[in-house]
């Protein structure tokens, strides 16, 4: 399979707990992304990266919140001291940017996050 | 802030009939439309990309953009129940930097 794959699928922790996830996107892709979606709501961005650059985090996203690209290939996303409002599901998605069009992005499955 | 504002629904279609789903956009220097298509509990998965003004299509699916209105659609022609799903519309913003996602409009097809 050449999709983008998440690990793992569902995580349940206690409040203050810190969390990683991870993300092996399509292996040809230069561009990942992580996004957290809540009930109701679309995914709201995260931070992405091109190669192992990071080129852009979110404002929204607390200094709890990091995440890795360390050779360009597959991504971690860790949370520190987790909190009940953290309960989401995280997706990842990747795609090859070449230009300056946006290219279409292609999602992993996600990983559901319940902090207790 | 720029944004995307899509009606949340539901939107009830028969079956067989078009399904006509509407976004609108902030930024106008946006240059890359995409429709993404979300069942409960799943991931979202392309449906449409589109980049120039104008209809779009395949198969089903119709995608339209215009940019100087800043409104870009999704139609679903011949509508069926597996269509029943919450629709993404999604925007690049700052040009090639990322999308941002609306917040979907529930579809409900009748049988």
């Known amino acids: 399979d050449t999709g983008v794959s998440q690990d793992p699928r569902h995580k349940i922790t206690k409040r203050g707990q810190n969390v990683t996830f991870r993300c092996d996107p399509i292996s040809e892709h230069n561009r990942l992304y992580w996004y957290r979606q809540t009930l109701g709501q679309g995914p709201e961005f995260l931070t992405y990266f091109q190669n192992e650059a990071q080129l852009e985090k979110s404002r929204l996203l607390s200094d709890r919140f990091s995440a890795e690209r360390p050779k360009g290939s597959f991504s971690t996303l860790e949370i520190q001291r987790t909190e009940q409002g953290d309960s989401a599901m995280y997706l990842c998605?990747?795609?090859?940017?070449?230009?300056?069009?946006?290219?279409?992005?292609?999602f992993g499955p996600g990983t559901r996050l319940l902090v207790l | 802030q720029k944004e995307v504002e899509q009606n949340s629904g539901p939107l009830s279609v028969p079956e067989g009939a078009i399904a006509s789903l509407n976004c609108t956009y902030s930024d106008r220097g946006s240059q890359s439309f995409f429709w993404y298509r979300q069942y409960s509990g799943k991931s979202p998965e392309l449906i449409m990309s589109?980049?120039?003004?104008g209809d779009k299509e395949d198969g089903r699916f119709t995608a339209q953009l215009n940019k100087a209105s800043q409104y870009v659609s999704l139609l679903i022609r011949d509508s069926q129940p597996s269509d029943s799903a919450t629709y993404l519309c999604a925007v690049n913003v700052n040009r090639d930097d990322k999308i941002i996602f609306g917040k979907g409009t529930r579809l409900h097809i009748l049988p």
């Open positions: 998605a990747s795609s090859l940017t070449i230009q300056a069009l946006q290219e279409t992005q292609y």
């Open positions: 589109i980049y120039s003004n």
